[in-house]
């Protein structure tokens, strides 16, 4: 009996670590991450998906790509309670979320377990493990002049200039947005409505004007000068941070009711453009719920051109555009560390292509990377 089992010792010694390409069908052995998926299944992270699958192109959840991440570090058990109302104690990734949360690698109160995981957020879990470092080869800051942040907080740069281009009725907005804000109005007449645009670019001093002439109505209804300026603040930019200076941003109405006011937001013209403007790289720029970020209450008819990419995030994680560069700022420091690391091999974030939803086997990959290479240590 002791022989046998000395024997078997021995030849388990001998034949060494299990190829990925051995245990599934799916893993070519000179495939990339062959290595990654071997190391991550002898690691106890993942087991496949069984039937010797790996699903390699498989796309991850953020409740799958957190639970790597938690079996990786050795599936520490959180020492506070669950901090999202969205995850039930039965659910797989329960353990790893409350982790996730008390290691700051997630906030909030619902964690939306089964949105797809992209590859920004998966490598900024791994730099918000590694510490948050900070890269001396990054400046934040430096923005495309799509993603220019106009508000109350950050007034339009002295040196800022538009090239304008005309979209009828008298509106111009910056040439580079006007193609897609025209594309958008065709788009919602094809779908049965009308949109018009009642208000685009202004100039300062019409925006002077604009704050100046309802300073004075708040002024004759009984209100102080700094109480009428606070006030109008709140709904009417002060001139030098309103997104109309920019040539961004266009207030559209139901072509059949021109009040600015809430009850605009139940026109269904105006519903088509809340659930399509990101198509076309607009966002609902003040939503209900994110007033103390923008600083401006809810406009349910002003729009603000940012991109696709940017639009189509924003509207998917319902986030403000303050939000979403807090986001950008902190994914360009989490990329330069990865680069710098060698935990991702693209030397540009557009040939890392951030906004791409992280297969398992980017998954693994960078978690290998990561953690059997060193490049991660764990707290
Ligand atoms: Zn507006």
Redo the contacts with the bound molecule.
């Keep these: 009996m002791k022989k046998r089992i000395a024997a078997l010792l021995c030849l388990l010694l001998l034949t060494g670590p299990v190829l990925a390409s051995e245990r599934f069908d799916d893993v070519a052995p000179d495939a990339y991450y062959a290595e990654a998926v071997a190391w991550a299944v002898d690691q106890g992270i993942t087991n496949g998906m069984g039937n010797r699958q790996f699903a390699p192109d498989q796309l991850c959840t953020i409740g799958q790509a957190l639970t790597f991440l938690w079996r990786a570090c050795g599936s520490p058990e959180a020492s506070i309670a669950q901090p999202f109302s969205d995850v039930a104690e039965t659910d797989y990734y329960a353990g790893a979320a409350a982790w996730a949360y008390e290691n700051g690698l997630v906030t909030g109160t619902e964690l939306g377990a089964s949105r797809p995981c992209t590859r920004r957020a998966m490598v900024t879990y791994l730099w918000k493990l590694a510490g948050s470092p900070i890269s001396k080869n990054v400046e934040t800051g430096d923005r495309d002049w799509n993603l220019l942040l106009v508000n109350p907080w950050n007034a339009i740069p002295a040196d800022f200039s538009v090239e304008l281009q005309s979209v009828g009725w008298g509106h111009c907005v910056d040439a580079r947005c006007a193609d897609a804000l025209t594309e958008m109005l065709s788009a919602c007449r094809t779908a049965g409505y009308s949109a018009s645009i009642c ?1 685009s670019y202004r100039t300062h001093a019409y925006q002077q004007s604009l704050f100046d002439q309802r300073v004075a109505a708040r002024m004759a209804e009984g209100m102080t000068r700094a109480e009428a300026e606070a006030v109008t603040a709140r709904s009417t ?1 002060v001139p030098g941070t ?3 200076q920019i040539g961004l ?3 559209l109405v139901d072509s059949g009711y021109w009040q ?1 006011d809430s009850t605009q937001a139940s026109r269904p013209t105006q519903q088509w453009l809340m659930a399509h403007s990101w198509e076309y790289g607009f966002i609902l ?2 939503p209900s719920d994110k007033s103390e970020l923008t600083g401006i209450i809810y ?1 349910p ?3 603000r051109y940012v991109g696709e990419d940017a639009a189509r995030t924003i509207y998917e994680q319902e986030i403000c555009l303050e939000e979403y560069l807090e986001e950008l700022d902190t994914f360009s420091l989490a990329a330069a560390w990865a680069r710098e690391t060698g935990i991702t091999t693209s030397s540009t974030d557009a040939s890392f292509r951030p906004n791409e939803n992280c297969s398992r086997a980017h998954l693994v990959t960078f978690l290998w990377r990561a953690l059997e290479q060193g490049k991660l240590r764990l707290p």
Excluded: G, I, N, P
């Design positions: 208000s930019a309103s997104e109309h941003a266009v207030d600015l720029r003040y406009e008819w002003h729009y």
